[in-house]
């Protein structure tokens, strides 16, 4: 039965759970050669994966292959020269939709100087259990500081290790990720540190 | 007040009647127009500085122009979203933006900065600058409290007119001229004015920052309470912002009866005890830490039974509530003792009529009797130099020493020898400015930080007032003062002699009488005082306190709390109810509103505390677009 944009539709009601199974229908006999042609058909279909080729990866001896843009754990990266780039401005907080970033800020000194600029994140912490990987942090960063990498095998052993602190997150990038980030030119070049002593209040411009 | 005349104006096709003289910004703002604004505040005179208010008016020369010094004229059209004026003010936000370093991510006043939302609201989409930008030392430090950034600074100069036309100070300028303007502080030193903090809130942009809340948190993190100061008997109306259980940023909450939306540094800085890890959080008895219950009775122990051998020492920043407790506790098992209460003055509950804050407005005369506004009562000087420099009101200072308010060529400062101010008081019945017609007289006194006699002083400018009929307002420094007076329990005994002591707050200024053989304290930090004291309870700070403030006008405002009391740290009614119960007086309320309901009924003064409070006005909404047809 073909409706008017020819789509074929079994006419036969869906049934609910309970409502039984329709009888047979009649004029069908039960007959030995039938089932047995029916279960060497089933042999059949068996039989013939054996030959096709193999699609399981054994998992984890075996991994499959991830996309680049994978969003994995995060990592917070650094400039070429060591400082931090995480400027603790909370924007990956303020577009997190789980509320998992907590960035408490400090502000650098020539004494300890952590991120170039004025402004660092004292506190960097993700709650690993909460997010959901959805790569809005990446995206808010003005400074490209963090990424999300490709690890995802992030299981642990208690609730507290979940929450990764900025140590951790701080962990090197894989080498390729890293060169892949570099290479798509979305890196900002490193800046330099603010000028010590800075400025005295003339007016001075960048070259 | 004489009769203003009205006119019509149309704003984007929207008829508003506005009294003439009603500049356009604050027209359109009638009808939910916005129109930007950098340079231009509503208590700040009009000067016009950064054009962000370009509106095309009708009729007039077909050019765009600026709105905040423009007055509203009978018949006038203007339009904010004419191709003209949207380009206009697009054009100068790309101007604002040429030197801005755009460094919003690191910016404190990023998510809540004008200049933002005006470049999204009002701006171009994109920038056309690649060009270097200016570049200043960053921050430079104008006070202890206070950060400049130069390079995100619009020079819309409402910093320095607020210096120059609301405090009266001299300490902040715009060095250099044309595009050369920076605001410097005078000579570079640091302010040092006791209102400097407003202009942190006045700046449009991130330029002045607070060093204290410095890269705390950004605003978007933070949960706010509609609060009271509590340093001063003003009452002035403060927001109390809130992160993760600290409290790290005060700002003004505008009341025009009351402030104006100024609040002096000690308002706005003075916070940091409540944040200070080394507070008070658990009772501990002769050194030890202990329960509630052991550590109440213990002082109930020390304390019942001693009748004048009792002294009570309370803080100015009393609530009523507590007052209330304290009377009842006084009135009962606590009858007899001698009750002290710090940092107030000497003067009596008022009687009578009293001149209201905002009266002070529409005086003719002021004369201030014995008082440092500056420092005693902050904001009520500001509300001086207003009526003094905008409304023309003629003022009579009676201090032995220099005042701010001198800085006004026409302030006539009667030196007095200290304690000889009610015989200057007497004097002025004659003087020739209290008999020239027009206006009312105000007259506030203070008790001349005890040097004063009170009674007498307060007798002669009744005697004044009573002549020149003017309007009196007692000066109080203690924060709930008044509401104290009013409960009878701000007492004025000295503690001499005492063998148990009390310490509601911290100790004693005078120090711990050598007789005290008992000392219980109640006090949010530990201090060196506190070394031989039997008990010591922890106490609420004034951000985790509710209840509520008698200002010195005699208006009761609600304390609310920005931070949670978390045990073990206990409200301050629940301490005082236990101790009671602990002394024989079974007080059972179950919270703070069964206090406020008896104590409103019991007591006159404090009739408001029965109201509900009044709920906060809703926010205008903000239409941006033309009316429909």
Redesign the interface.
């Known amino acids: 039965m073909a409706d008017e944009n020819g789509n074929d539709h079994d006419p036969t009601p869906l049934r609910r759970p309970g409502e039984g199974v329709p009888p047979k229908p009649e004029g069908e006999k039960p007959s030995i050669a039938g089932d047995v042609a029916a279960l060497a058909g089933g042999l059949k279909t068996t039989l013939s994966e054996f030959f096709k080729p193999v699609v399981t990866t054994m998992y984890p001896e075996e991994k499959t292959p991830r996309s680049e843009r994978y969003r994995g754990r995060h990592y917070l990266r650094r400039y070429d020269n060591g400082l931090e780039r995480c400027?603790?401005?909370?924007?990956c907080a303020?577009a997190c939709p789980v509320g998992c970033i907590l960035v408490?800020?400090?502000?650098n000194t020539d004494e300890k100087r952590v991120s170039p600029?004025?402004?660092y994140a004292k506190t960097y912490e993700i709650n690993m259990l909460r997010c959901i990987f959805c790569g809005y942090c990446e995206e808010a960063c003005?400074?490209q500081a963090i990424v999300l990498g490709p690890e995802y095998e992030l299981s642990d052993t208690s609730r507290e290790k979940f929450i990764y602190t900025k140590e951790k997150l701080l962990e090197p990038l894989p080498p390729d990720v890293e060169a892949r980030l570099n290479a798509k030119g979305t890196a900002v070049p490193t800046p330099a540190p603010l000028p010590n002593p800075?400025?005295?209040?003339?007016?001075?411009?960048?070259? | 007040m004489p009769d203003v005349k009205m006119v019509n104006v149309t704003i984007d096709g929207h008829v508003v009647t506005v009294p003439d003289g009603t500049l356009v910004v604050e027209a359109a703002k009638l009808v939910g127009i916005e129109i930007p604004v950098f340079c231009y505040h509503h208590k700040l005179d009009p000067v016009g500085a950064c054009r962000m208010c370009l509106v095309e008016i009708s009729p007039g020369p077909p050019v765009a122009q600026a709105g905040c010094i423009r007055p509203v004229a009978d018949g006038m059209v203007v339009k904010t979203q004419s191709a003209m004026a949207v380009q206009a003010r697009a054009d100068i936000l790309e101007f604002e933006l040429v030197n801005h370093p755009l460094?919003c991510?690191?910016c404190d006043k990023?998510g809540e900065c004008p200049l933002q939302d005006f470049t999204f609201r009002h701006g171009y989409p994109t920038s056309r600058i690649d060009g270097?930008?200016?570049?200043?030392?960053?921050?430079?430090p104008l006070s202890p409290n206070i950060a400049l950034d130069?390079e995100r600074c619009v020079l819309c100069y409402r910093c320095t007119r607020y210096y120059d036309e609301v405090a009266w100070e001299q300490e902040l300028t715009v060095a250099e001229r044309g595009v050369?303007s920076?605001i410097a502080s005078q000579f570079d030193q640091p302010l040092t004015s006791n209102f400097s903090g407003n202009i942190i809130d006045l700046c449009p942009v991130g330029a002045l920052t607070s060093r204290l809340w410095?890269?705390?948190?950004?605003p978007?993190?933070l949960h706010h309470t509609p609060s009271v100061c509590s340093k001063c008997a003003v009452g002035c109306n403060v927001t109390l912002w809130q992160r993760r259980g600290q409290l790290v940023r005060v700002t003004s909450r505008e009341n025009d009866d009351i402030d104006e939306g100024w609040i002096c540094d000690r308002g706005r800085f003075d916070y940091t005890d409540v944040n200070d890890p080394a507070r008070l959080r658990v009772p501990a008895v002769h050194g030890s830490k202990t329960t509630w219950a052991v550590a109440l009775n213990t002082v109930a122990d020390g304390i019942k039974g001693k009748g004048s051998k009792l002294g009570i020492s309370l803080p100015q920043d009393l609530t009523n509530e507590e007052a209330f407790l304290f009377r009842r506790l006084l009135d009962g098992p606590l009858r007899g003792a001698k009750v002290k209460m710090h940092g107030r003055t000497a003067l009596p509950a008022p009687s009578g009529e009293q001149l209201m804050i905002k009266d002070i407005d529409d005086a003719r005369v002021i004369i201030i009797v014995a008082s440092d506004t500056e420092n005693d009562v902050p904001i009520v000087n500001l509300r001086v130099k207003k009526a003094v420099s905008k409304r023309g009101a003629k003022l009579i200072v009676i201090h032995p020493d220099a005042v701010d308010l001198d800085r006004h060529r026409e302030t006539v400062h009667i030196r007095n020898q200290p304690g000889e101010a009610a015989a200057e008081v007497r004097k002025l019945a004659d003087h020739e400015l209290l008999h020239e017609p027009g206006g009312p007289v105000a007259i506030l006194y203070g008790d001349g930080r005890g040097s004063e006699d009170a009674a007498g002083l307060v007798a002669a400018c009744t005697e004044l007032a009573a002549k020149v009929g003017a309007k009196l307002m007692p000066l109080y420094r203690g924060t709930n003062e008044r509401g104290s007076l009013e409960l009878g329990v701000a007492g004025w005994d000295s503690l001499d002699g005492v063998e148990a002591l009390l310490s509601w707050g911290p100790p004693p200024t005078a120090g711990v009488p050598a007789s005290v053989k008992f000392h219980a304290v109640w006090d949010h930090l530990p201090r060196p005082e506190h070394q031989n004291a039997s008990v010591v309870l922890p106490a609420t700070s004034f951000a985790e306190r509710q209840g509520s403030y008698t200002n010195l006008e005699g208006r009761v405002q609600f304390l609310r709390p920005a931070v949670d009391a978390e045990a073990p740290l206990k409200e301050s009614w629940d301490v005082l109810c236990e101790l009671a119960a602990a002394l024989g007086l079974p007080l059972d309320y179950v919270g703070i509103f069964p206090i406020q309901r008896e104590a409103a009924k019991a007591f006159p003064a404090l009739a408001a505390l029965a109201q509900p409070p009044s709920p906060e006005p809703e926010p205008v909404p903000v239409l941006m677009g033309p009316a429909r047809p």
């Open positions: 400027i603790g401005c909370e924007l303020a408490i800020a400090a502000e600029g004025e402004r003005p400074v800075p400025p005295q209040g003339g007016r001075e411009t960048t070259p | 460094d991510p690191v990023g270097p930008r200016l570049h200043f030392q960053k921050p430079i130069r050369h920076v410095r890269f705390e948190s950004r978007w993190d």
